[in-house]
């Protein structure tokens, strides 16, 4: 069901230079001059959006900013770099004093750890915020107004057994997709499920792997309300350090779906900015990509790979979308150096992934030592420094009116990312208020090459692995695996199939998939 334009609100104050080709509004009044919220253009490419992604308020003062005491949730609160960076952002805004984060965990010590270097990191700070830890899901999400997921059943050291199977049968670096999400999609739709049930009026913040195929199940099969977020789109900074560009002058639009967005807009100071980009290509290129040493595993934006993808498609690829594009830059380790630079090309090798997982393990080290010495003021060790992540922000626009412009999945109704169908997510972005969530459409589509090519085999694939594990289909899991470039015949992908059905831990899965 859709709502009427006349139920969105009134935007207030200026909106980030990202968001600046909307109409900005002050006390329902168009900035142009004349235009209320309820007219056809007061946002400009507004379009309709599904009841489930509109938080009714009685109030009508949606944009007078107020802050107000919630309950907040954290489902998979053991992440300690994301929690961490999480616990910061909650002490560091002044409008949600007086909250109650529930911090939800199956690793008892990883959650104890965490809770309690929540509680010290608040007392210096003296923010008003009151932390508590639970095993119990369904205890933590009574009462809640707003759950944040970040849950991944299997984790990182599964994976890994999972390539290593796959590398002894011929696979380079690679894991099923389909099969690999058989643990978090059934906790996903647990999670939404109970939300329903128990706290009908919360938002869910998905904010772990697989966002797109996740909150699509989600969102088609629950009426919970749902925000996916992942933060790829900040690739554009990475442009722009390297280009030598304020972030602040530059305006940006990225849509498409998860791991699968494009710069569609690119600007600065109003102006086109790719001209700038064609120019360095043809005069630093060349020696950037000979010369750069990435510092983290991630560092690819500026890539001689990327860069192709530009060439290609007119576009530029931004965040993780790269990783997932072109088989031929992921056939071998010699591959993708050459394609994503030194020293480990890219995130997704076999000499790159150790390097992530051993800073993630860095972090759990300096958590544990942290809370066992009660001498140290974690304020020095962990920053007092906001980061990047759009959860609490957005969590403070919607509880407390203090609006704002976001990279978000939702559904795609009233066709935001024109060529998709509408319960599908995408990702774009939104405007969001204490009135919802509110879609803008992206000034310019996708072009048919991107759209033929990356975007919808993309969506394919989501929809095969979503039908697989609604149905319990083992034939849909066979034709995931064969349409793997990296597949060489029938019988190899057979083999594996059935070897990592096989494998110990997998017995539900072997057990659901018939």
């Not at 997709?177 to 999670?191: K, V």
């Not at 010699?334 to 630079?341: E, L, P, R, S």
């Amino acid at each position: 069901m859709s709502v009427q334009v006349d139920d969105f609100p009134a935007t207030r104050g200026n909106l980030p230079n990202h968001c600046n080709n909307v109409s900005s509004h002050d006390n329902g009044q168009s900035s142009a001059g004349g235009a209320s919220p309820s007219d056809e253009g007061a946002f400009r490419g507004q379009v309709p959006v599904s009841r489930a992604m509109i938080w009714r308020n009685s109030r009508k003062d949606w944009n007078q900013p107020m802050a107000r005491n919630i309950n907040i949730t954290v489902i998979g609160a053991g992440s300690a770099t994301f929690s961490l960076g999480l616990v910061k952002d909650l002490c560091l805004t002044e409008n949600l004093k007086g909250s109650h984060v529930t911090f939800v965990d199956i690793d008892a010590q990883r959650l104890g750890n965490i809770t309690g270097l929540a509680e010290r990191y608040s007392r210096e700070l003296g923010a008003d915020l009151r932390f508590t830890q639970t095993t119990d899901r369904q205890a933590a999400l009574t009462g809640a107004d707003f759950i944040i997921n970040t849950a991944d059943v299997k984790g990182h050291h599964h994976a890994r057994r999972v390539r290593e199977l796959t590398e002894s049968l011929g696979y380079y670096y690679y894991t099923p997709s389909a099969l690999g999400h058989f643990y978090n999609f059934r906790l996903m739709l647990d999670i939404a499920r109970d939300i329903e049930r128990i706290c009908p009026d919360a938002w869910l913040i998905q904010s772990g792997n697989p966002v797109f195929d996740g909150t699509t199940l989600m969102n088609r099969h629950t009426n919970a309300k749902i925000i996916g977020l992942c933060h790829g789109h900040y690739g554009y900074l990475e442009m722009a350090n390297v280009l030598g560009l304020d972030p602040s002058r530059i305006t940006w639009e990225a849509p498409g779906v998860n791991h699968a967005i494009w710069l569609t807009t690119f600007m600065y100071d109003g102006e086109d900015a790719y001209p700038i980009l064609d120019k360095w290509i043809e005069e630093h290129g060349p020696t950037y990509w000979d010369t750069h040493v990435a510092t983290r595993t991630h560092d690819i934006q500026m890539s001689r790979g990327v860069i192709d993808m530009y060439r290609m498609h007119g576009l530029m690829p931004i965040g993780d979308t790269p990783r997932l594009v072109g088989w031929w830059y992921h056939t071998a380790l010699a591959t993708q150096k050459h394609w994503f630079g030194q020293p480990w090309g890219g995130p997704d090798t076999e000499i790159a992934r150790p390097v992530h997982v051993s800073v993630l393990s860095e972090r759990l080290a300096q958590v544990d030592a942290a809370i066992k010495d009660p001498s140290v003021q974690v304020t020095s060790v962990f920053g007092q420094t906001r980061t990047r992540e759009q959860q609490v922000p957005i969590i403070d626009a919607l509880a407390n009116g203090v609006a704002g412009c976001f990279q978000v999945n939702m559904p795609n109704t009233g066709g935001i990312v024109a060529g998709i169908e509408h319960d599908v997510v995408v990702e774009s972005q939104a405007w969001i208020d204490r009135g919802g969530v509110h879609p803008m459409r992206p000034a310019r589509p996708l072009p048919a090459s991107v759209m033929r090519e990356e975007v919808m085999p993309k969506v394919s694939e989501m929809e095969r692995g979503l039908e697989a594990f609604l149905t319990g289909d083992r034939r849909l899991l066979l034709l995931d695996i064969l349409a793997e470039r990296k597949t060489t015949s029938y019988d190899q992908a057979k083999t594996l199939l059935e070897t990592v059905l096989a494998m110990p831990g997998h017995e539900e899965v072997a057990a659901h998939y018939r």
